[in-house]
């Protein structure tokens, strides 16, 4: 993504910010990308949001979860569970009553 117009080492940064202190949805990534980057895109916001987040579980950076809006339950993913389910459209759309993805950095 070296020719995205999203400043991925800022992105990156607040990604492991966000996620220092609780469990983050990946949708919020996308939230915060919105109001930085309005007019762009959303699968450029996806793509520049996948590849941070992908740099950062191969990192050991950032751990992926399953958890349902209003739980406290919160499910790991594996290093390839978590890699696959990057790759899923689902994985970046808003939360509903349905199970959604959130990470933590570590």
């Known amino acids: 993504m070296t020719n995205s117009p999203i400043d991925q080492v800022r992105l990156r940064e607040e990604v492991l910010s966000d996620g220092a202190g609780d469990y983050t ?3 919020e990534i996308l939230w915060s990308l919105n109001t930085q980057y309005p007019r762009l895109d959303r699968d450029l ?3 520049a949001a996948r590849a ?3 740099d950062l579980l191969r990192d050991g950076r950032v751990s992926l ?3 349902v809006w209003a739980s406290n ?3 790991p993913l594996s290093q390839s569970q978590a890699a696959s389910a990057l790759e899923a459209p689902a994985a ?3 939360p ?3 199970p959604y993805l959130c ?3 570590v």
């Open 73 to 75: 339950r919160y499910d």
């Open 45 to 47: 916001k996806v793509a």
């Open 65 to 67: 979860y399953r958890t």
């Open 96 to 98: 509903s009553d349905q």
């Open 25 to 27: 949805g990946l949708y």
């Open 103 to 105: 990470y933590a950095a």
């Open 92 to 94: 970046w759309a808003d």
């Open 52 to 54: 941070v987040v992908a």
